[in-house]
C-alpha cells in the first residue's frame, strides 16, 4: 500500500513523486510505500499551520482537548492494528509494542484533561488598586522531529501538549518508522481536526528536517534524536530565532549495592539493558557494583542473559526482536568489536546463527567485564544490548563513576538502605532517577528530561510541557 503525506487536512503525494520502502527489520517484509518528499512539500505544510494558527488559539481548552479525546477513542478502538504495525516496522517485542500503543493513547487522554487544569497565576501588588495576573499563550506552528525507537508514543507527546495549549503542529517523523505516525494523523483526520492543524511530511531528515528548522513560519522546534544532529539542529533554530527542546543521548548507569536483593537486581538489569533491543536512550549501558556480591551478580546476570529469547517481535514469547535497521546492527556490533580489544567478554557479542534470524537485524545480549573508564564501551552511547559491568569498593566510588560521563539522562540504584537511596537521589547527576527499578520507563504524568549533554531546553511530558509549548504573558490592570 502507498501512504500519502498529510497537509492542510488532506492526503497528498508528495511533489517529487517518489516513495520510499517501509520494511520489516524481522524479515525484510514490505509494510508500505512513504513519501520521499520535497522542499516544496515542507513549505505547503508550514504554510498551512501558519494559516491554521489564529482560528486554533482561539477555540478554548475544552474545544481543543475534544479532539484529542477523539483521537484517543480512535487510537483505542484501532489498537490491536496500531501495535502490530509498530512491532512490524521497528521490532519491539510484542508486550512493548502493544505498551507503547496504548502509552499514545494514555498520553493523549492526559493532556486532553488538561483543559480543565489551573491556568496562569494571580499575584499580589505593592499597589492595592492594581490586578496582575499572568497568562500562557500559543507560540504559533511548531516543528516536531521525532525518533524512530519510540514510534508512536514520542510523536504524541510532543502533539499532544502543543495542540492543548493551542499550537499549530508540522511533523517529520523518523523515515525508518513513518508508519506509527500515519496511525496518529489517520486517528486526528478522523476526529475532525480542523485543515492545517496538523501537518506530516515524510522524508529524509537531511531535506526535510533542515527546511523544518528554517521555516520561518515555523516558531518551535522539539527534536529526540542524537546528539550530533541535535546539535546542529539546535544552532540553526537558535541563528533563526527559535525556541529549541533537545532530547538527546544517554549512558545510563545501574548501581547495585551489597544489600540489594540480587534476584530482583539482576532482572533490573537485564531489563533495562535489553528491553527494546537496547534501543533506548535511557536504556541501562553501565552497571556497578559492589565488590562484595559482583561475582555472584556477574554469574547470575550471565546465567539470565543467555536464558533470553531472541526472534520474531510478534511472537510473544520472545523477550528480544531485531535492532531496528542493518546500519543500526552494524552500528552495534562494530562497539561490540571495540569492546572485544578493550574490555573482557562474558557472554553474546555475536550476530545469532539461528536460520530463522538470518534475514533480520539481530544481535545477541552482550556482557562484558574489566571494562576500562576510559574505554569505548564506557564512554559512548551504544544504543543496542551490550553491559559493561564494573566493581567498586563502596557506594562513594560507585556514584563517583556513575557521574564520570558526558551524558545525564537517567541512574538507578538497588538497595535495602533508605538512607543511601536519598543519597543517591541528590548525588546523581541527571534528570531521572529510580530508586530499585529500571533506568528506562517513564510515565506520561510525570517530566521527562536530562541534564549535561542528554537535553536542553524545558522537560518533556506532565505539567512541565507547558513550559515549551506557550509563553508567559503578564498583565498589569489598573481602573481609570
Same mark, same amino acid.
Given at each position: 500500500?502507498?501512504?500519502?503525506?498529510?497537509?492542510?487536512?488532506?492526503?497528498?503525494?508528495?511533489?517529487?513523486?517518489?516513495?520510499?520502502?517501509?520494511?520489516?527489520?524481522?524479515?525484510?517484509?514490505?509494510?508500505?510505500?512513504?513519501?520521499?518528499?520535497?522542499?516544496?512539500?515542507?513549505?505547503?505544510?508550514?504554510?498551512?499551520?501558519?494559516?491554521?494558527?489564529?482560528?486554533?488559539?482561539?477555540?478554548?481548552?475544552?474545544?481543543?482537548?475534544?479532539?484529542?479525546?477523539?483521537?484517543?477513542?480512535?487510537?483505542?478502538?484501532?489498537?490491536?492494528?496500531?501495535?502490530?504495525?509498530?512491532?512490524?516496522?521497528?521490532?519491539?517485542?510484542?508486550?512493548?509494542?502493544?505498551?507503547?500503543?496504548?502509552?499514545?493513547?494514555?498520553?493523549?487522554?492526559?493532556?486532553?484533561?488538561?483543559?480543565?487544569?489551573?491556568?496562569?497565576?494571580?499575584?499580589?501588588?505593592?499597589?492595592?488598586?492594581?490586578?496582575?495576573?499572568?497568562?500562557?499563550?500559543?507560540?504559533?506552528?511548531?516543528?516536531?522531529?521525532?525518533?524512530?525507537?519510540?514510534?508512536?508514543?514520542?510523536?504524541?507527546?510532543?502533539?499532544?501538549?502543543?495542540?492543548?495549549?493551542?499550537?499549530?503542529?508540522?511533523?517529520?517523523?523518523?523515515?525508518?518508522?513513518?508508519?506509527?505516525?500515519?496511525?496518529?494523523?489517520?486517528?486526528?483526520?478522523?476526529?475532525?481536526?480542523?485543515?492545517?492543524?496538523?501537518?506530516?511530511?515524510?522524508?529524509?531528515?537531511?531535506?526535510?528536517?533542515?527546511?523544518?528548522?528554517?521555516?520561518?513560519?515555523?516558531?518551535?522546534?522539539?527534536?529526540?534524536?542524537?546528539?550530533?544532529?541535535?546539535?546542529?539542529?539546535?544552532?540553526?533554530?537558535?541563528?533563526?530565532?527559535?525556541?529549541?527542546?533537545?532530547?538527546?543521548?544517554?549512558?545510563?548507569?545501574?548501581?547495585?549495592?551489597?544489600?540489594?536483593?540480587? @534476584?530482583? &537486581? +539482576? %532482572?533490573? /538489569?537485564?531489563?533495562?539493558?535489553?528491553?527494546?533491543?537496547?534501543?533506548? !536512550? =535511557?536504556?541501562?549501558?553501565?552497571?556497578?557494583?559492589?565488590?562484595?556480591?559482583?561475582?555472584?551478580?556477574?554469574?547470575?546476570?550471565?546465567?539470565?542473559?543467555?536464558?533470553?529469547?531472541?526472534?520474531?517481535?510478534?511472537?510473544?514469547?520472545?523477550?528480544?526482536?531485531?535492532?531496528?535497521?542493518?546500519?543500526?546492527?552494524?552500528?552495534?556490533?562494530?562497539?561490540?568489536?571495540?569492546?572485544?580489544?578493550?574490555?573482557?567478554?562474558?557472554?553474546?557479542?555475536?550476530?545469532?546463527?539461528?536460520?530463522?534470524?538470518?534475514?533480520?537485524?539481530?544481535?545477541?545480549?552482550?556482557?562484558?567485564?574489566?571494562?576500562?573508564?576510559?574505554?569505548?564501551?564506557?564512554?559512548?552511547?551504544?544504543?543496542?544490548?551490550?553491559?559493561?559491568?564494573?566493581?567498586?569498593?563502596?557506594? @562513594?566510588? &560507585? +556514584? %563517583?563513576? /556513575?557521574?564520570?560521563?558526558?551524558?545525564?539522562?537517567?541512574?538507578?540504584? !538497588? =538497595?535495602?538502605?533508605?538512607?543511601?537511596?536519598?543519597?543517591?537521589?541528590?548525588?546523581?547527576?541527571?534528570?531521572?532517577?529510580?530508586?530499585?527499578?529500571?533506568?528506562?520507563?517513564?510515565?506520561?504524568?510525570?517530566?521527562?528530561?536530562?541534564?549535561?549533554?542528554?537535553?536542553?531546553?524545558?522537560?518533556?511530558?506532565?505539567?512541565?510541557?507547558?513550559?515549551?509549548?506557550?509563553?508567559?504573558?503578564?498583565?498589569?490592570?489598573?481602573?481609570?
Amino acid at each position: 500500500m502507498r501512504y500519502l503525506n498529510y497537509i492542510n487536512g488532506q492526503w497528498k503525494e508528495p511533489s517529487t513523486g517518489e516513495y520510499r520502502e517501509d520494511l520489516s527489520p524481522h524479515n525484510g517484509e514490505k509494510l508500505g510505500e512513504f513519501p520521499s518528499s520535497a522542499a516544496s512539500d515542507l513549505h505547503e505544510a508550514a504554510a498551512a499551520a501558519k494559516e491554521a494558527f489564529p482560528a486554533w488559539k482561539k477555540l478554548s481548552f475544552q474545544q481543543r482537548a475534544s479532539y484529542l479525546q477523539k483521537a484517543a477513542a480512535i487510537l483505542k478502538a484501532n489498537i490491536q492494528e496500531v501495535g502490530r504495525d509498530l512491532i512490524k516496522e521497528e521490532g519491539k517485542t510484542y508486550t512493548e509494542g502493544m505498551g507503547e500503543a496504548n502509552r499514545a493513547v494514555s498520553i493523549l487522554e492526559y493532556f486532553a484533561a488538561e483543559a480543565k487544569q489551573p491556568l496562569g497565576q494571580v499575584i499580589p501588588s505593592a499597589n492595592a488598586e492594581t490586578f496582575l495576573y499572568t497568562s500562557r499563550t500559543p507560540l504559533g506552528p511548531v516543528g516536531l522531529i521525532t525518533p524512530w525507537n519510540f514510534p508512536i508514543a514520542i510523536p504524541v507527546w510532543k502533539m499532544a501538549p502543543a495542540l492543548i495549549y493551542g499550537n499549530t503542529v508540522v511533523i517529520k517523523p523518523a523515515d525508518l518508522t513513518p508508519k506509527s505516525v500515519y496511525h496518529v494523523m489517520k486517528a486526528f483526520d478522523e476526529a475532525g481536526l480542523p485543515a492545517g492543524v496538523v501537518n506530516c511530511v515524510f522524508g529524509r531528515g537531511s531535506m526535510i528536517g533542515n527546511e523544518l528548522v528554517k521555516h520561518p513560519a515555523i516558531k518551535a522546534i522539539s527534536f529526540t534524536g542524537s546528539n550530533q544532529v541535535g546539535r546542529e539542529i539546535q544552532r540553526q533554530a537558535i541563528e533563526s530565532g527559535k525556541k529549541v527542546q533537545m532530547e538527546m543521548g544517554g549512558k545510563n548507569p545501574l548501581i547495585v549495592l551489597e544489600d540489594a536483593d540480587l @534476584e530482583r &537486581a +539482576v %532482572e533490573i /538489569a537485564v531489563g533495562g539493558a535489553f528491553k527494546s533491543t537496547g534501543q533506548k !536512550c =535511557t536504556a541501562t549501558s553501565r552497571v556497578i557494583v559492589e565488590e562484595g556480591i559482583y561475582e555472584a551478580f556477574r554469574d547470575r546476570l550471565i546465567e539470565r542473559t543467555k536464558q533470553l529469547k531472541i526472534g520474531d517481535p510478534l511472537d510473544e514469547t520472545n523477550y528480544i526482536g531485531p535492532a531496528v535497521s542493518k546500519a543500526q546492527r552494524d552500528g552495534v556490533m562494530e562497539m561490540i568489536e571495540a569492546g572485544k580489544a578493550e574490555a573482557s567478554l562474558l557472554c553474546g557479542g555475536e550476530i545469532p546463527a539461528d536460520e530463522e534470524l538470518q534475514n533480520g537485524f539481530y544481535v545477541q545480549p552482550t556482557v562484558f567485564e574489566n571494562v576500562p573508564q576510559d574505554a569505548r564501551i564506557a564512554r559512548e552511547e551504544i544504543f543496542g544490548p551490550v553491559i559493561a559491568l564494573f566493581k567498586v569498593k563502596n557506594y @562513594e566510588e &560507585a +556514584v %563517583e563513576m /556513575a557521574n564520570d560521563t558526558e551524558y545525564g539522562l537517567s541512574a538507578a540504584i !538497588c =538497595t535495602n538502605n533508605l538512607t543511601l537511596a536519598q543519597r543517591f537521589v541528590e548525588d546523581a547527576e541527571v534528570g531521572l532517577v529510580h530508586v530499585n527499578s529500571e533506568t528506562a520507563g517513564t510515565e506520561p504524568q510525570l517530566p521527562f528530561g536530562g541534564n549535561k549533554n542528554s537535553s536542553t531546553g524545558s522537560r518533556e511530558q506532565g505539567k512541565s510541557a507547558i513550559e515549551f509549548y506557550t509563553e508567559v504573558k503578564t498583565v498589569y490592570m489598573d481602573r481609570m
